[in-house]
Each structure stands twice: as structure tokens, then as C-alpha cells.
């Protein structure tokens, strides 16, 4: 939909019309001459095997203003690693693998551990977090822009479009955060739509007006995983490594940032990955580990910003958000009508009833210890405990890429 509607404390950039791909692109290879970029991939090998992974190399393969590929391959065997170097040794211009379960990579994760701190579990966040850490250590990157390597129907143009506000020196933004419409015959995001949301709303109503509250909801879709930032913002944002990745990120960017320097922009019309079970029964698996994680990361940033929570009020909460979240399913449900969209309220009444639950699990968690972080240190914390580490890490890179 045309739409240039501005909402919340953030800057909504839509995609008006039908702007010229080679415009974009053209103004970006200008931009980058002075203000490189870096686009950094969180990958597992089995993604190589999948429909989305080749798409995505045939696409990068046309992009003429990225400075370098930094790709961080998760869970693979040496073998694997030399595999996926030839899956990418088509794109024309630097690429970096790091092999994240290699000999020489797993050493600087024991370095850090020896010196006292904790680079988190394996994951998505520590896979981005240590390719930040390359790029810094490489020391040419003005922009990180990071996407996942599972979307099945990945253009260049979302890149672009998440790259342009911050590398152009005309716009004043160190932040880009990408939206996109998550329907597919039906509605997809149920995470965003019948937690985040409804669970942000709900604090409002019970806590009144709160800036991080307000700043989190002026997201249209704040579990995206693509965004774009400054390096600066790299080196001293703290990455989580659990599911609560992408709230806990943006509550660093609060944290750090003015919200007149961030923004949001269209990416997609249309936007296809693998999609996580609910796993209802299991707060270990898929959706319900997602959540109660999102909620826990939630609860520790107000409370860092002097919220006070007791008892009485997450049992407020959860009444509250059960309400809220009812109401919102009957709202999506009128859409999906008028749009000629599957619609199985009963589903969506079930992971209403899950979310929930993780909220009161994610609240039980947070009052036994309310000082438990996921947070990984920022890079600025690192190189002073470790002086050498960045070196050390771009040199075991450039090794296993020889």
C-alpha cells in the first residue's frame, strides 16, 4: 500500500510507487566510495542446501557498492567450511568466512574466557557479534548491514533499501531497522503480532507512558531480523546471544542512541522464510523459547530504566495482556476477511494462551533473578581487557581463508 503515515518516535521510511532499483544502487556505489559497507550473514551449512542460500549468492553476485561479504558459518565440519568457500567463490568481490566451530576460532572464544568474560552461547547473536568484530578489526567499514540467510525470496533491492539512510551522508540516521509484510495466503509474524505488541500496550496501560515502551512500539516489526548500522555502533552495542536477540538490540540502540537518529524502512513486499513451531508444550523449543526469552529481555531493560515490578503486577499483566491480546486477534481477523485471507482463530486463540503462559514463566524467571543477562560485552570492553584480541581474530579469519 501507498502509505507515507509517520507513527511513534522513530522515522518511518515506505516504499512509495515504484522506485528504480538502478537509481539506488547507483547513488550507494557513490556513497560507498567514502562510507564502505560491510554486509555481515549469520548462516548455518544446512542453509547452503536449502532453496534461499543460492538465490541469495546469485543476487549479491549483481551488487556493485558492497566494500566486503563477512559471513559467519555456524555448526560445520572443516569440510563443510571448504564447501561453502565455493559456494560463494562466485561474487565478484571480497568475502570473508569465519568458521565459527574451527580450530583457530574457538581459541580466541577461550581467550576471552580466560580473561574473564563470557562471549554467550552459540548462536545468531555470537555469530554477529564476532563478525563485528572482524570488520572492526579490518578497520575500513563506515555501515554493517546484516540479513538472514533464510529468506526464500531475497532481492538486492532490500538490501539497498536497508543500506541507503544510513551510508547517505544527506540523511542524519546510525540505524536502520527493515519491516516487511509477512503474508502468504495468510498471516504470518505471530510472535509480533500477538506478544510483542499486545504485551508493550499492555505495560502502557499498567505502567503509563514509558519512552522505551513508546520507542519499541513505533516499530512495525521489531523481530525483523535485517537492519544496517554505523560501526561505532558496533563497537560499543552490547549483542544478546539468546532468542531475545533482536528486542535486547534494540534496547541498546535506545540506550545509545537518539530515536531522531533511527529509522525504519520498507523493504518488501513480500517476505518468505522457515517459519518456527510453536512447540506449546516445550519453554525450550521454537516459538515459546523465543518468547519467553523477548519477554525476560523486556522486563530486565525497564527495570534497568528504574520500572519497579512486583508480584501483583505481572498477575495484572497477564489478565491485561490476555484482554489485549483477544482483542487484537478479533481486529486481524476482519483484515484476513476483507483480504480474502485463511484465517484459524482457534490457532491463533491457542498461541495467545501459550504467550501467556511464557510471559508468567519469563516473570518468574526475572523475580528469582532479575541480574541475569544474556548481554555478550561490547567490543570496547573486549579490546580493553584483550588489547590485541581484534588482531587476533582477524588474523585466524585471513588464515583459514588463505
Known amino acids: 500500500m501507498t502509505d507515507f503515515y509517520q507513527s511513534g518516535i522513530i522515522t518511518t521510511l515506505h516504499q512509495l510507487g515504484r522506485p528504480s532499483l538502478e537509481r539506488l544502487e547507483g547513488e550507494l556505489l557513490e556513497h560507498a566510495r567514502t562510507r564502505p559497507i560491510s554486509l555481515v550473514l549469520p548462516a548455518l551449512y544446512s542453509e547452503f542446501e536449502g532453496p534461499a542460500m543460492p538465490r541469495i ?17 555456524g555448526r560445520a565440519s572443516d569440510k563443510e567450511f571448504e564447501k561453502a568457500r565455493q559456494f560463494m567463490a562466485p561474487i565478484p568481490y571480497s568475502v570473508k568466512i569465519i568458521h565459527n566451530d574451527g580450530k583457530r576460532v574457538r581459541e580466541i572464544y577461550e581467550t576471552i574466557k580466560r580473561n574473564g568474560l563470557d562471549p554467550g552461547e552459540d548462536g545468531k547473536g555470537r555469530s554477529a557479534w564476532l563478525a563485528y568484530g572482524y570488520v572492526l578489526a579490518e578497520g575500513h567499514s563506515y555501515a ?18 536497508l543500506c541507503y539512510p544510513v551510508v547517505n551522508p544527506n540523511l542524519d540516521y546510525v540505524f536502520c531497522k527493515g519491516f516487511y509484510s509477512r503474508v502468504a495466503g495468510k498471516m504470518h509474524g505471530r510472535v509480533t503480532r500477538l506478544l510483542v505488541t499486545p504485551l508493550v500496550r499492555s505495560l502502557q496501560f499498567l505502567r503509563g507512558e514509558h519512552r522505551f515502551l513508546k520507542f519499541l512500539d513505533s516499530f512495525r516489526y521489531p523481530l525483523a531480523g535485517e537492519f544496517c548500522m554505523t560501526t561505532d555502533m558496533a563497537r560499543v552495542n552490547r549483542i544478546p546471544w539468546d532468542w531475545g536477540l533482536e528486542v535486547g ?112 514463566m519469563a516473570a518468574q524467571v526475572f523475580m528469582e533473578n532479575p541480574m541475569a543477562s544474556p548481554l555478550i560485552p561490547n567490543w570496547n570492553r573486549v579490546t580493553s581487557a584483550i588489547p590485541g584480541v581484534l588482531d587476533m581474530l582477524r588474523k585466524a579469519v585471513d588464515e583459514d581463508n588463505r
Open 144 to 161: 554493517i548491514v546484516l540479513h538472514d540467510c533464510d529468506i526464500v525470496t531475497y532481492s538486492r533491492q532490500m538490501l539497498g533499501r
Open 249 to 360: 538490540s534494540l534496547a541498546e540502540v535506545y540506550r545509545n542512541y537518539s530515536p531522531r537518529r533511527v529509522c525504519q524502512v520498507d523493504i518488501a513486499e513480500t517476505y518468505e522464510h522457515k517459519h518456527q513451531a510453536l512447540s506449546a508444550e516445550d519453554p525450550e523449543k521454537g516459538l515459546m523459547k523465543m518468547t519467553v526469552d523477548i519477554c525476560k529481555s523486556i522486563f530486565r531493560t525497564l527495570a534497568s530504566e528504574g520500572a519497579v515490578f512486583s508480584d501483583g503486577l505481572f498477575k495484572s499483566l497477564a489478565v491485561t495482556y490476555l484482554r489485549q491480546a483477544e482483542d487484537t486477534i478479533m481486529k486481524y481477523e476482519a483484515d484476513a476477511a476483507i483480504n480474502g485471507l485463511e484465517f484459524d482463530r482457534h490457532e491463533e486463540a491457542k498461541a495467545v494462551e501459550a504467550f501467556t503462559r511464557a510471559i508468567g
Open 57 to 73: 549468492i546469485e543476487e549479491l553476485t549483481k551488487v556493485k557498492y558492497l566494500h566486503q561479504i563477512v559471513l559467519v558459518l
